[in-house]
């Protein structure tokens, strides 16, 4: 039987862009439709503690991290689209 990583997946690029501000590694990365993109994280207990803050309210961030990861996010999302 192989043994598989269990992943996180988001295609909420706010959510990607705060996971990623907290330096967490995105692993990959999915297209499951041309306009659509998945952002692959590993799950850690780390991670679902970030995703737990982020949703009620308790996240802090430095807002420069935050925001070149969304940008870099972007670069991610738009180098793949071919129009």
Same mark, same amino acid.
Request: charged content about 30%; aromatic content about 10%.
């Given at each position: 039987?192989?043994?598989?990583?269990?992943?996180?997946?988001?295609?909420?690029?706010?959510?990607?862009?705060?996971? @990623?501000?907290?330096?967490?590694? +995105?692993?990959?990365?999915?297209?499951?439709? =041309? *306009?659509?993109?998945?952002?692959?994280? /590993?799950?850690?207990?780390?991670?679902?503690?970030?995703?737990?803050?982020?949703?009620?309210?308790?996240? @802090?961030?430095?807002?420069?991290? +935050?925001?070149?990861?969304?940008?870099?996010? =972007? *670069?991610?999302?738009?180098?793949?689209? /071919?129009?």
């Amino acid at each position: 039987m192989e043994n598989k990583t269990i992943n996180f997946s988001t295609s909420d690029i706010k959510v990607a862009s705060f996971i @990623l501000s907290k330096s967490v590694s +995105l692993i990959g990365t999915e297209r499951p439709q =041309k *306009r659509k993109v998945v952002f692959l994280f /590993e799950r850690t207990p780390e991670l679902l503690q970030l995703i737990s803050d982020y949703l009620t309210n308790k996240a @802090l961030v430095n807002p420069r991290l +935050l925001f070149e990861s969304f940008d870099n996010l =972007k *670069r991610i999302i738009f180098k793949e689209i /071919e129009y």
